[in-house]
């Protein structure tokens, strides 16, 4: 029988050498895949949070608001996406806007009597001609149709055209309302 031997510290040392250098990489492996996941998010978190704070504000109203995002990414391409929706939105409303100031000119000249509800039947406006038939304020307070006549046939009138029938020019004889007690 032969037995050869070797120092039992011999071999530990290189063992714990390389136990040392595949635990030093492993450690410099998570370092460097921590840095990369974090610069990564940051990549991904800012342009949508960038984005996000856009349609937050367009949603509240405010269609200036542009990217001008430059990325040739999906995130560019939405930013752009969202940039050409907010103009397309902001034209329009603008055209609406200008459609309602002309709709209004053109009933506040109107010599009729004209009274605006709401779907509930709470008047919305009246223009001039029918303030001066129903002697009403400028500023209406929120009132209903029997606030200003008590007239049967303008309830009646009202109730149809609340219920979606069309009603033709009828002429009415204005009742003012009965004054309610302050008390």
Partial sequence: VIRLAEPL??????????????????????VLS???????SVAVTRPLRRIQAAAT??????????LRER??????????????????LQGRVGELEEEQ????????TMSEGVIALDPDGTVL???PAAQQMFSLPDKLPVSTPE??????????????ALNGESIPPTPIS?????PRCGC
């Fill in 71 to 88: 990325r040739r990414d999906e995130f560019g391409e939405v930013a752009r996406a969202l940039d050409a929706l907010a103009g397309e």
């Fill in 34 to 40: 921590a840095l990369f996941s974090f610069g990564f």
């Fill in 174 to 178: 204005p009742r003012r309302p009965v």
């Fill in 57 to 66: 504000a367009m949603a509240k109203g405010d269609l200036s608001v542009r």
């Fill in 125 to 127: 406006r009246a223009n």
């Fill in 101 to 108: 100031t002309r709709t209004r000119v053109l009933i506040d």
């Fill in 147 to 160: 606030a200003i006549s008590r007239g049967a046939e303008f309830r009646r009138i009202v109730r149809r």
């Fill in 9 to 30: 510290t011999r071999i530990e040392e290189p063992v714990a050498r390389v136990q040392r250098g595949v635990l030093a990489a492993g450690a410099i492996a998570i």
